[in-house]
């Protein structure tokens, strides 16, 4: 078998990880240096790496397919700003949560954002494999306590509501009423026709988001934030998979993406939600 690498998580990178004492094939790695000046000149490699999938196409990595959501130059900005901030934590900025929960065979899809002097740093951005329940509960509770991250700090969690039990299950361990159905119910009696998702972003700190509604009007925020006056998201490179899910998003058509093609889309969608805070803020 022979192949350049596509999606992380693949066959190949299976059998790559394989341990030699179980896996029937012999693995060869030939990256681009074993055919400098055989099959290409140095000069010809040199033009190659202007291009986003030379890291995938001649150096080994797994990228997926290059997409078309999101532009290169925009990804390639908010790294560069990325490598720029601070790695100590800052306890006063307002910061943003969103969470894709998925359990069984899906991944769990962690993002969080800050806002400092105009910029939206991405701190924290990983994907879980078949998370346990309990597990991903105590994980994000550890998250809030090593950022800071507070109703009374003016910061958010933003968790896709197709998963209630997960949504009480954290209101109750962040000390928040978790019968959120009544509560939104009520708010929408007291705001009337002014009720909008800004009425749950003040009135509470898990936030329930309807992904499957908003999911078009959440990766256009995205994109906006991206593009935007060169961008205003900053993403150290210290956050592949989510660099990763960036570059292989592509759009099936208005406004969907297409997963079966994305890497990590866990990750994006976790992504997309803390992004939503700084759109309404």
Not at 23 to 40: A, E, K, Q, V
Not at 117 to 134: S, W
Not at 248 to 257: F, I, Q, W, Y
């Amino acid at each position: 078998m022979v192949s350049t690498p596509n999606a992380p998580e693949g066959l190949f990178e299976r059998i790559e990880k394989e341990p030699e004492s179980t896996c029937l094939y012999r693995r060869l790695h030939l990256d681009y240096t074993y055919g400098l000046g055989r099959i290409y000149t140095a000069e010809e490699i040199q033009a190659a790496k202007a291009s986003p999938s030379f890291e995938r196409e001649y150096n080994l990595k797994y990228l997926g397919l290059i997409g078309d959501v999101f532009h290169v130059k925009d990804i390639e900005a908010a790294m560069g700003k990325g490598k720029k901030f601070h790695k100590e934590i800052n306890s006063y900025t307002q910061k943003s949560v969103g969470l894709d929960p998925e359990f069984g065979s899906s991944a769990f899809g962690v993002c969080i954002t800050e806002l400092v002097d105009g910029q939206i740093a991405v701190l924290h951005a990983e994907e879980h494999r078949r998370p346990d329940f309990k597990q991903m509960i105590s994980t994000t509770v550890r998250l809030l306590d090593q950022y800071n991250i507070t109703f009374e700090g003016r910061s958010r969690i933003f968790v896709d509501g197709a998963n209630p039990s997960f949504i009480r299950a954290l209101k109750a361990m962040v000390s928040e009423d978790d019968n959120y159905e009544n509560f939104i119910a009520h708010l929408k009696t007291s705001y009337g026709t002014r009720f909008s998702m800004e009425s749950l972003i003040y009135n509470m700190f898990v936030v329930p988001v309807a992904f499957n509604k908003e999911h078009r009007n959440l990766l256009a925020y995205a994109k906006k934030l991206m593009e935007y006056g060169n961008g205003v998201v900053a993403i150290n490179p210290k956050h592949p998979k989510l660099i990763t899910t960036l570059r292989t998003a592509v759009e099936k058509g208005e406004g969907t993406l297409d997963k079966e093609a994305i890497s990590h889309e866990d990750v994006l969608d976790a992504f997309r939600m803390s992004l939503q805070y700084w759109v309404s803020n």
